[in-house]
């Protein structure tokens, strides 16, 4: 069937009809938290139930944690040829792939964002990242280190163990991806606690891994909220490390759990509010705007990279502004289910209550709203939240300062190239940021000066497994994607032989 003719109302009616699955995965199979508990999935996109997913807690996290040991332990994975992992793992991609229009309308009744980038973002990009761990695990080479004579040093890599992975809803596939696919690929077993917002795609991720002939035991599920699930398995003593993806404030936590517990390997991809600067010597403002309006509309703004902060030289502002209006009033919220839609749903309804108090902040602050503001489509009983835009912003107001994670936009004015450097890294974070410039000088320059783990220079948001991904200052520590992924995924081994 072509994808523009699928008819994803209709898909979404038989789907939502009692048939989604919302159980743990735990040890090879679909069980309900112990006590029983579970909570309602509520869509953002119209406010219908969507299926009683499990509420798991402490006991649950014991079994679950014991399940990934055993499994460890017992080499069915850990110790498997690099080749075999990388069959199962690629079957597993491919499991992903033919289901692919089914996860996608999982993820946009989930979390609300428009199916058609559910298709062609959040399914095509888990399937590359699987793809590309499989293939890279029976390619690494350990190493052997210049030794004295007569002797032999061995500098080898060794999964963790038992890693635990805490992700977000703003790509609950991607996310889970970026962490399973190096983790698996090493040979660690898993434990992921999705979202509670957007559990139902990683519980449907766990039965695909099993078809895909990944052994019980090795990839665990467990959907609940932060405090009964992620901070068990924060503080337990029997995990090896723990990677997240979350806010700043919660990453910190993680750090804590740690230092309280047994010292466990922490990875952490936080929170960001990312410079987007135009200076006067940008050649395309067509291109600089759009990538602007991309930069913080695309997934409703509930980007990490965001660009949130859009800092333009005097000279081109009201050019850039211009044009930037015009495409948030060519992106209003529509149904997700509609493939012509560009913005979604936003989460669920505290997210939803978050995003319109700060637009009320900005106001309060003295910032001029000059697009959106209001919810609409109401009447939908879902989320949406018009594209919105700040003009006459200062970098000390808290919408300069504070992630919002919604299309809401604040713009800067600067007179030069080092003011918009230094607006720049007076943040907390340092995830990404992006220059516009024709003069090669000035790019270079500003590439070095900018506080960030990823910079775009002409473009913004550009994409690759290939390259690391994370940030400097409180946006994290360590990085996911590329190969270095696997640093935070295995231990360093140093062997020394004497040779008689
Ligand atoms: P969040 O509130 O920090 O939640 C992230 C995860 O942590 C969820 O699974 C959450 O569980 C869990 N959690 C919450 N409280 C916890 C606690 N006390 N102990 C242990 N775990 C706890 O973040 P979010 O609102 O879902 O996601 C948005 C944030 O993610 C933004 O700050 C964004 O910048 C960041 N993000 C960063 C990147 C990156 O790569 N740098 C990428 C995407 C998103 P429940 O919510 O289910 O309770
Ligand atoms: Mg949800």
Known sequence: MRRDTIRWAERAALLTAGSIEGRAFIDGRYTAALDGATFQSRSPVDGRVLADVAACG????????????????DGRWSRRDPAERKRVLLAFADRIEAAGEELALLETLDMGKPVA???????????ACFRWYAEAIDKIYDEIAPSPAGTLALVTREPLGVVAAVVP???????????LAPALAAGNSVVLKPAEQSSLTAIRLAALAAEAGLPDGVFNVLPGFGPAVGQPLGLHMDVDGVVFTGSTEVGKLFLQYS??????????????????????DCGDLDAAAEAAADAIFFNQGEMCTAGSRLVLHRAVKDRVLDRVLAHAATRQPGDPLDPATTLGALVDETHTRNVLSYIAIGQEEGARLVAGGRRVREETGGCYVQPTVFDGVTNRMRIAQEEIFGPVLSIITVDSAEEAVAVANDSPYGLAAAVWSDNVNTVH????????????????????????????????????????????????????????
Request: positive net charge; hydrophobic residues 40%.
């Open 58 to 73: 402490g006991a649950d996290v014991d079994r679950a944690v014991a399940a990934a040991r055993r499994a460890f332990e």
């Open 169 to 179: 809803w703003n790509f609950p596939m991607i996310m889970a991806a970026w962490k």
């Open 117 to 127: 980038h559910s298709l062609a973002v959040d399914v095509r990009a888990t399937v």
């Open 259 to 280: 230092g309280q517990s047994n010292m466990k390997r922490v990875g952490l991809e936080c929170g960001g509010k990312s410079p987007h600067i135009i200076l006067d």
């Open 445 to 500: 320059k500003m590439a070095r000066a900018l506080r960030s783990g990823m910079v775009y220079v002409n473009c913004y948001d550009a994409d690759g497994i290939t390259v690391p991904f994370g940030g400097f200052k409180q946006s994290g520590i360590g990085r996911d994607k590329s190969l270095h992924a696997f640093d935070k995924y295995t231990e360093l081994k140093t062997t020394w032989m004497k040779l008689r």
